[in-house]
């Protein structure tokens, strides 16, 4: 079947270090996303990418790094620079413009 | 920017009755809107969609009307049921947009009274 699948589903992390987060679609989908979404929050964009090795800056990409080397792949990095990491973050994924996303389960990130 | 907004952030109602969620959008250019549902500790699934050249879709128990002219989006649930208590987010896409980024709203949690 396919889908988009983000890994892990719970991360912690201590202060100071970077993370990753996995997000992999199988859908041949062109442009893949990352959300964060805050308790009883909405969704801000973090970055976003249309097209293999090519990625845009979103709404709140400081403390944020992505690379797309891969069609299917669109990993996420939390640096230490983000001061308030503790989040949901989500990936998502669309075939093209004019058109609605398939969205991760999400990845639950806690800073401990 | 201009962004899709959400008026009522909880919306409470009896099991069995209709609900109705409304959305606001300030994009004239946006021709296509989806509705999301957010159960808890989950990603958003997609519910239903419509473009701007419709003014009504139905789908099972769920029901988009657009109005253009005064840029309101609604869903509607009949006869609404526990597994209907999520959150639910409207978005908007513009397809001349060079991005292919969807607007979201800031979400309505809809919450059902046994």
């Known amino acids: 079947d396919g889908g988009i699948t983000q890994s892990p589903k719970y991360l912690f992390r201590k202060e100071g270090q970077n993370v990753t987060l996995s997000c992999e679609q199988n859908?041949?989908?062109?442009?893949m996303y990352w959300y964060r979404q805050d308790p009883g929050q909405g969704l801000r964009l973090i970055y976003y990418?249309?097209?293999?090795?090519?990625?845009q800056k979103g709404d709140i990409a400081e403390g944020y790094s992505v690379s797309r080397e891969k069609k299917e792949s669109f990993p996420l990095t939390v640096t230490s620079a983000q001061k308030n990491p503790t989040a949901f973050y989500l990936c998502?994924?669309?075939?093209?413009?004019?058109?609605?996303?398939?969205f991760g389960s999400g990845t639950r990130l806690t800073v401990v | 920017g201009e962004s899709v907004g959400l008026h009522l952030p909880t919306l409470s109602v009896q099991e069995g009755d209709n609900s109705i969620i409304n959305c606001a959008y300030s994009?004239?250019?946006?021709?296509?809107f989806i509705w999301y549902k957010q159960e808890s500790g989950k990603g958003p699934q997609f519910i239903i969609d419509?473009?701007?050249?419709?003014d009504k879709r139905q789908g099972q128990r769920v029901t988009v009307l657009l109005n253009k002219t005064v840029k309101h989006l609604s869903l509607q649930i009949a006869a609404t049921q526990p597994g209907d208590s999520a959150v639910y987010f409207c978005a908007e896409n513009h397809s001349m947009d060079s991005s292919y980024k969807l607007i979201f709203g800031s979400g309505t949690r809809l919450l059902v009274r046994p």
């Open positions: 990418s249309q097209i293999v090795n090519d990625f």
């Open positions: 998502a994924s669309s075939i093209d413009r004019g058109g609605g996303y398939t």
């Open positions: 994009n004239s250019a946006s021709d296509y």
């Open positions: 419509i473009r701007s050249n419709m």
């Open positions: 859908l041949n989908h062109d442009a």
